[in-house]
């Protein structure tokens, strides 16, 4: 099984950033970032690090502080220091990305809408509804972007992923919007949703990092 580990890297501003990584046992396909959701980097983030690395991409998350409201400059820098870690190991921008899971999947939209990135996929998120801005930057995305999003509890319904699927589709990369009836935000009410959301991912990015 793979294993993580955890540093403290240096910023160019002098501050540092907590990223923990995991190293494919082979040859590195790419790069990707994981942006965790608002609980932090728990034991679901370290396995998606751990599975991803798996599949032959040295994968990292930084340990972004939530204790105070995040703003989208503070997520975008958080994710610059960590692409330019990647970077610093070898791995070319075009075969960069970025993946998250709830809170972090609106994150991951956020960064594909502001960084050209070789890919990026969102595994759920805030509604829709509750988001409105969500349907602006999905039209305006600069990296390949697949969001993926369930409707059951309060999350976005069928309307609201049609409005951002028709949002993203005005963009000019490739994007896929894709929404599974009786999934969560979390995909852990339906593992069959869980089990395909994983392997569009890994499609995504085989298609797109290359």
Known sequence: MTSTTTVEHQRTDGRTLRLTFAEPEGVIRGGLVVLHAGQGVTDGVLLLVTSLAGEGWLTVTPHIDRDERLTQRDLLAATDVTLEWLLERGVDADLRGV??????????LVVASHRKLG???????????????????????TSPWLGMYGDAGDEAGEAEVEQLREAAAAAKVATNVVRYPGANHRFDADPGAAAEAWQRTLAWFDAHLR
Not at 99 to 108: H, I, Q
């Open 99 to 108: 993946v998250g899971f709830d809170l972090g999947g609106t994150a991951a």
């Open 119 to 141: 890919a990026a996929v969102s595994v759920g998120g805030q509604a829709v509804t509750e988001l409105p801005k969500l349907l602006e930057i999905a039209g305006h995305v």
